[in-house]
T-cell receptor
Framework: GENVEQHPSTLSVQEGDSAVIKCTYS??????FPWYKQELGKRPQLIID?????GEKKDQRIAVTLNKTAKHFSLHITETQPEDSAVYFC????????????FGKGTTLSVSS | GAVVSQHPSWVICKSGTSVKIECRSL??????MFWYRQFPKQSLMLMAT?????????EQGVEKDKFLINHASLTLSTLTVTSAHPEDSSFYIC????????????FGPGTRLTVT
């Protein structure tokens, strides 16, 4: 089955700096790679996703890149703000109807002002 | 659109008792629902995949006789934790894909279970 590795487990940045979180996956059949932000006690919220037919996707301060050959994808947050502080999870799936997302272990991002 | 609800949002039960958690898709039909468990400061771990009208598929290491899953309709899946013990205390989150949906999963708000 799929295995998703995520690094780093914690990340501290100054407000305005960029933050990068990296994930690798094991199943070459995976073709959908979402990123979630989770606040304590709440459901994970989708912030951006990418499918394997594209290499990069951007939405304002957030971007995701995908390298299918190397089986890794990354989340980039620019101009970080204190409200970006949360736990971020990457995930992967093969896009079939009955297949669940498999999550990485998460990264706790702290943005200090 | 694509809203998933869970009930209850939190529950406290005594050791040895059973507790049922409901997961509903409010504005779409979900042929497949998924149940995850999340311990404090850990990731979401897939417990089982629930298919409407058939038996659930459990991940390795998840006791199917302890975590009973029923998906009796296209909008409702239930998870029953039987003979709960303190180590079952966790945050249980369900998610669903829309009928014909391949990619995005829609997550419920989660249920905090505390077993005393």
């Amino acid at each position: 089955g799929e295995n998703v590795e995520q690094h780093p487990s914690t990340l501290s940045v100054q407000e305005g700096d960029s933050a990068v979180i990296k994930c690798t996956y094991s199943d070459s059949a995976s073709n959908y790679f979402p990123w979630y932000k989770q606040e304590l006690g709440k459901r994970p919220q989708l912030i951006i996703d990418i499918r394997s037919n594209v290499g990069e996707k951007k939405d304002q301060r957030i971007a995701v890149t995908l390298n299918k050959t190397a089986k890794h994808f990354s989340l980039h947050i620019t101009e970080t703000q204190p409200e970006d502080s949360a736990v971020y999870f990457c995930a992967a799936s093969n896009g079939q109807a009955g297949t669940a997302l498999i999550f990485g272990k998460g990264t706790t991002l702290s943005v200090s002002s | 659109g694509a809203v998933v609800s869970q009930h209850p949002s939190w529950v406290i039960c005594k050791s040895g008792t059973s507790v049922k958690i409901e997961c509903r898709s409010l504005d779409f039909q979900a042929t497949t629902m998924f149940w995850y468990r999340q311990f404090p400061k850990q990731s979401l771990m897939l417990m089982a995949t629930s298919n409407e009208g058939s038996k659930a598929t459990y991940e390795q290491g998840v006791e199917k006789d302890k975590f009973l899953i029923n998906h009796a309709s296209l909008t409702l899946s239930t998870l029953t934790v039987t003979s709960a013990h303190p180590e079952d205390s966790s945050f249980y989150i369900c998610s669903a894909k829309t009928a014909g949906g391949l990619y995005e999963q829609y997550f419920g708000p989660g249920t905090r279970l505390t077993v005393t």
